[in-house]
């Protein structure tokens, strides 16, 4: 897992908190593999449920300064807490929030972070988040998902079944329309290894191209669903694959679902 040596212990002090009522969820969970190219700069917990927000964080501000912590509270509402959290000269920033129990899969036990949410989950709320905001963090996480997780037109695909209100094509047509940056943008990320902007926007064009032709390509009836393999995998859909119609349509439910794979 990509994570500094602080990133990592406050994480391992606070597991014993973690549940599938209060995971670890954002970047953290995306950039897990050793491949990763950047590392997260927050680490985000989500709850189901708003009351839950401020008792773990306050649970967890309590363990981190029986360890020698110090919190300083940023911001403190019913549903959100953020606080930056110090140590020896060494800062990082923690946030509690709450998020709709609407997912693909049950959040998953880890054993450096407790819980944690699915990856699959993470990549469509990163999606969800993207067409919001213009965050040169997010344009490097969506080319690195596109290259090692699923196409960026299939997590458009199925987050359109968490939220509603969007199509695929608009969904493509608002993260587009963010992915103007910088190299200085991209300088001051915590990147693994130097990016050079022009590469970057050449793949990100090439991502879009290919998104849109596979959301114009898919049928319009499974719009909101992954694609599961066999072994219940999530794979990228390809319409003209002779295994297309076999894979199994898995939407999203309260606090997800494993799929049922029969022999």
Known sequence: ?????FQQRVLQLLAGNRSPESYLAGATVIHRPPDSPRFSEDLDFFHDVAES???CAEHDATVLR?????IAWQLQTPAFYRAMVSRTGQTLKLEWAQDTAFRFFPVERDATCGYRLHVADAAVNKILAVAGRSEVRDFVDLLYLDRAFLPIGALCWAACGKDPGFTPEFLLQQINRHAVYTQHDLDRLMLSVKQELPALKRQWLAAMEKATTLVNALPG???GCLYLNARGEAVAPDPGSPDFFGWRRHFGSPCGAWPVVLP
Do not use: C, F, R, S
């Open 1 to 5: 897992m990509p994570l500094t040596a």
């Open 221 to 223: 009836d499974d719009m």
């Open 66 to 70: 029986g360890e020698g912590y110090e």
């Open 53 to 55: 927000v401020a008792v």
